[in-house]
């Protein structure tokens, strides 16, 4: 998949404001729309300028796309970096993606989990209560074990009077729970856009991920940890001290254990109802070796031991 410079499907500068976007779609609608251009492959086109216009056209896609758009160019070959879109703060219900299969897969794959924003009709004698905003946020594992109290940042765009899009930061206080699990939703009632006419403001959902661990792999409520043993723990068998996100434990190795042999701690995961396991996958390690003690030891294995780890191969 290719970025694709939206700025230059529509000729205008980075720099441009909102008024110059919509010109600049409106001129180009006129020289390729299917329906009176002469081009052959207007249709194509037109169906690229609109994609562009509906990012640069929405502040909130544009500012998520220039901060992306900062370390890619056009043609690059490009995959979404994990959580790329996290902090910012996007109009509209969670989970509600485009789905019309008008976009192509790079758009897709950027703001195709997006809610849409809501259109209101009316003028100001009409009472509407206010949008529903979301934004997906990182927290880290241990916090979701244990339940925390944290301040985080959101960032959302502002137009200014000359037509150019600013991000703006709000602080805002929020309270983990306790087992909550990645792709759960906290809601912030009254933190959405403000109401009409009196009506009560709409709600902040933010969506929950967990930032990388350098020990385990969250899936649902379970943990997964690769645990390095040594040879003869793995085949003579051993208990070893494991660690989990509310402190070291003892576990037994079988003996014969082979490399990869994956063991169960249950109850050991995320907390709930039930709370989650914690697999362990052994992996062995090899001493090196460095000194002669430690080669003499695998010379001696190597006479000693009939062991071919490659017989089922044929060879």
Not at 28 to 56: C, F, G, Q, T
Request: aromatic share 8%.
């Amino acid at each position: 998949m290719e970025f694709k410079d939206y700025y230059l499907i529509l000729g205008v500068a980075k720099d441009a404001s909102a008024e110059d976007i919509k010109r600049a779609r409106r001129k180009l609608a006129r020289k390729y729309h299917p329906d009176v251009s002469k081009e052959p492959d207007a249709a194509e086109r037109m169906k690229e300028i609109n994609e562009a216009y509906e990012v640069l056209g929405d502040a909130e896609k544009r500012a998520a796309y220039d901060q992306l758009g900062e370390r890619y160019r056009a043609g690059q070959e490009f995959r979404p970096p994990p959580d790329w879109d996290a902090g910012f703060e996007f109009s509209g219900a969670p989970g509600a993606g485009h789905g019309s299969g008008d976009f192509s897969e790079f758009f897709e794959s950027l703001f195709g989990g997006l809610g849409g924003r809501a259109r209101r009709a009316g003028g100001a004698a009409h009472a509407a209560r206010g949008e529903d905003h979301h934004a997906k946020i990182l927290i880290d594992l241990e916090d979701a074990w244990r339940g925390a109290s944290r301040q985080i940042s959101l960032r959302a765009p502002e137009v200014d009077a000359a037509g150019h899009v600013h991000l703006k930061e709000r602080v805002l206080n929020i309270t983990i729970p306790k087992g909550i699990r990645a792709g759960q939703m906290i809601r912030l009632a009254g933190q959405g856009h403000p109401g009409f006419g009196g009506a009560p403001a709409g709600d902040l959902y933010l969506e929950v991920q967990f930032r990388p661990h350098p020990l385990y792999r969250v899936e649902e409520r379970d943990l997964y940890l690769d645990l390095p043993v040594t040879p003869w723990e793995a085949a003579l068998g051993a208990s070893v001290r494991v660690p989990t996100p509310d402190g070291a434990l003892e576990m037994r190795i079988p003996p014969d254990s082979a490399n990869g042999r994956t063991l169960r701690l249950k109850g050991r995961g995320l907390p709930g109802q039930p709370p989650g396991d914690l697999y362990v996958r052994l992996s062995v390690v090899l001493p090196p070796a460095g000194n002669e003690k430690a080669k003499q030891i695998y010379e001696t294995m190597a006479r000693e031991l009939a062991f071919n780890p490659r017989r089922h191969l044929g060879v």
